[in-house]
């Protein structure tokens, strides 16, 4: 008796897992949330290029550096709301494994 119920209770924990790792795939940032991501970014970088504009001796090189970090920042959250394409890639190899040894029981 305590095996099989050691067996429902895995179970479950296993189904509910699931769940919990397909809704964090399928929820995504809304497109909205990005495009004012990047209307922040492109006022951010205006103010600025118009700040270092007001100024007597005119360097660039510290608007170019904060542009390329916010833009950095910016592709950064979005790449890590798609899970299943980009640059950072999660492995799925630990469900991999975990679908070989449950095959690997005898029925």
Partial sequence: MVPTGLFIQSLNEMI???QKRLTAVHNR???L???SLYGVAAVASAFA??????GK???RFP???MIVLVCAVILMIQDLDRPLSGFIAYSQQPMI?????I???PD
């Fill in 29 to 31: 940032v809304p497109n």
């Fill in 57 to 59: 001796r005119r360097s």
């Fill in 49 to 54: 290029g118009y700040a270092g504009g007001l």
């Fill in 33 to 35: 949330v990005f495009l």
């Fill in 63 to 65: 608007a170019y550096v």
């Fill in 97 to 101: 494994d975990t679908a070989a040894s």
């Fill in 16 to 18: 509910d897992n699931q």
């Fill in 103 to 105: 095959n690997a029981f």
